[in-house]
Nanobody, 115 residues
Framework: QVQLVESGGGLVQAGGSLRLSCAASGLTFSRYTMGWFRQAPGKEREFVGGISWSGGSTSYADSVKGRFTISRYNAENTVYLQMNSLKPEDTAVYYC????????WGQGTQVTVSS
């Protein structure tokens, strides 16, 4: 059974940084594109960014481009989201995602950016 477990969220001041981690199990991690999404209160879940199976290709939402970086370490079945220059509008629950024969989501980790 596929499991995704996020960690690393917290409270940070505007302009600060956080690094989120997502540990995956129950799948051949190195075969799959991994994604990060977020959901702010009262809003729909939105795409943040994704990384290809090899890590050679990444994509980002315009709202985070140049501030967030996704990376992965296949040997440890982990994907990361490095978030710099955080803004109050980045406040949300952040989710890790993978699609195999089904869509799998982690439980989410809260990121709160104070102004």
């Amino acid at each position: 059974q596929v499991q995704l477990v996020e960690s690393g969220g917290g409270l940070v001041q505007a302009g600060g940084s956080l690094r989120l981690s997502c540990a995956a199990s129950g799948l051949t991690f190195s075969r799959y594109t991994m994604g990060w999404f977020r959901q702010a209160p009262g809003k729909e879940r939105e795409f943040v960014g994704g990384i290809s199976w090899s890590g050679g290709s990444t994509s980002y939402a315009d709202s985070v481009k140049g501030r967030f970086t996704i990376s992965r370490y296949n040997a440890e079945n982990t994907v990361y989201l490095q978030m710099n220059s955080l803004k109050p509008e980045d406040t949300a629950v952040y989710y890790c995602h993978v699609e195999t024969n089904w869509n799998y989501w982690g439980q989410g980790t809260q990121v709160t950016v104070s102004s």
